[in-house]
């Protein structure tokens, strides 16, 4: 009996299906997200969970352009956007099951949007199995953008134009490192155990902004990312961006990571030797969760 040689790893997309997505979120921004910036009336955001989980008519419209340009595009791809969850929540159960998933969060950051912030951005992910295979992090303000996929390094792509590779920090000891947490998020048990630990670290935050967490970990701005919400439009584009960048990702338990999980905690990082010394420091996370 031959041993099975290992299947390519091939592109999820063509150069110029990458180029339409980039174009169509480019689109989706300056149609329905730009001209609602700071300009939103009271009936246009509403709360969903709670007062710090919002949904503005940015979100809603946003999300309805970029879906529609990926079923024209893509008619036999899983399409699962944040808003589309929100009505119809067994959108998720597809993704460990779907040869080609396009998860898409409009607008992360919604709180600071629609509080007049300019701390937000468009994530596109693309997963194969629930396996990310393309990340792409958008900034309408600055109209520049960071993505990859699993042939490629990850790249920073300016408004100009300008294309540059990107690569996370190198390793640090943890009282200089500087990462986000979202404390807030995690059970009751948790929350006390990171506070009694967290104080060995330089700089422990959170940007309400999943998206911009990832970029300044994926462009060496920030040594780890942890979260214990798993939401796969949140992190699905940017634990590809970290890995590709240089860093690593995965569950806390050491698990890799899958879009269609829902539970447990996420832990993505500048390094394998920084991955490693988080997750020592705060791997009674495990037990408690």
């Known amino acids: 009996m031959t041993d099975q040689l290992p299947m390519p790893v091939t592109a999820p997309l063509s150069p110029a299906q990458k180029t339409k ?11 329905e997200i730009m001209p609602r ?9 509403e709360t969903k969970k709670d007062e710090t989980d ?7 419209a946003a999300e309805a352009m970029i879906t529609r340009g990926l079923q024209m595009a893509f008619p036999h791809a899983l399409i699962v956007g944040e808003e589309a969850v929100s009505k119809k929540p067994g959108l998720l159960d597809g993704i460990a099951e779907a040869e080609l998933c396009f998860i898409i969060d409009p607008v992360d950051g919604t709180w600071n949007f629609a509080k007049g912030m300019p701390l937000f951005a468009t994530i596109i992910a693309v997963c194969r199995f629930g ?28 408004q100009t134009g300008r294309i540059r ?25 948790d929350r006390a155990l990171m506070w ?6 330089a700089y422990v935050g959170t940007l309400r902004c999943s998206a911009h967490e990832y970029r300044l970990l994926a462009t060496g701005s920030a040594d780890f990312v942890l979260s ?23 569950m806390l338990d050491g698990t890799p990571y ?4 829902t539970s447990g905690y996420l832990l993505s990082a500048s390094s394998e030797a920084v991955w490693d010394s988080v997750a020592s420091q705060f791997g009674g996370l495990n037990a408690a969760s």
């Open 54 to 60: 919002l949904v503005t008519a940015a979100d809603i």
């Open 37 to 45: 910036f700071r300009r939103l009336d009271i009936g246009e955001i």
């Open 228 to 250: 214990g919400n798993l939401n796969c439009w949140d992190h699905a584009a940017g634990v590809l961006l970290c890995q590709q960048a240089g860093g690593k990702a995965a």
């Open 258 to 261: 899958n879009a269609a999980m």
């Open 21 to 31: 997505l980039i174009n169509l979120v480019r689109r989706a921004a300056r149609a």
């Open 196 to 201: 009694s630990k967290v104080g060995v670290l």
């Open 131 to 158: 396996q990310p295979v393309l990340g792409l992090i958008y900034d309408p303000v600055g109209d520049d953008l960071i993505v990859t996929d699993n042939t490629s390094p990850a790249v920073w792509q300016t």
């Open 165 to 189: 590779e990107i690569q996370t920090a190198e390793p640090k000891p943890l009282d200089r490192m500087a990462g986000y947490m979202h404390i807030r998020m995690m059970p009751p048990a």
